[in-house]
Nanobody, 124 residues
Framework: QVRLVESGGGLMQAGGSLRLSCAAS????????MGWFRQAPGKEREFVAA????????DYADSVKGRFIISGDNAKNTVYLQTNSLKPEDTGVYYC?????????????????WGQGTQVTVSS
């Protein structure tokens, strides 16, 4: 059974940092696209960052470029999201997701597996 479990969220002041982790189990995700999405109250879930572990290819939403870093550990089947210089608008539930398709995508509808999410709250 495929399972994604996020951790590392919390309450942080603006300008601070948090490291989110996504532990994947049930199969190897080395050929999957691993993504991070977030959802703020009253808003749609949006793309944040994605990484293909086998190639190292990655992409970021414009709103987090230069502040967030996505990385992965194939041996641990774990993906990380280092969030730096946090802003109040970064507040939301952060979800880890995995896509089986070989075609690169940042659309949430193209991701097949999802975690339960971890809350990130940034105070001003």
């Amino acid at each position: 059974q495929v399972r994604l479990v996020e951790s590392g969220g919390g309450l942080m002041q603006a300008g601070g940092s948090l490291r989110l982790s996504c532990a994947a189990s049930g199969r190897s995700f080395s050929n999957y696209h691993m993504g991070w999405f977030r959802q703020a109250p009253g808003k749609e879930r949006e793309f944040v960052a994605a990484l293909k572990l086998s190639s190292g290819f990655f992409d970021y939403a414009d709103s987090v470029k230069g502040r967030f870093i996505i990385s992965g550990d194939n041996a641990k089947n774990t993906v990380y999201l280092q969030t730096n210089s946090l802003k109040p608008e970064d507040t939301g539930v952060y979800y880890c997701a995995a896509a089986r398709s070989a075609t690169w995508s940042v659309r949430r509808t193209d991701y097949d597996y999802w975690g339960q999410g971890t809350q990130v709250t940034v105070s001003s």
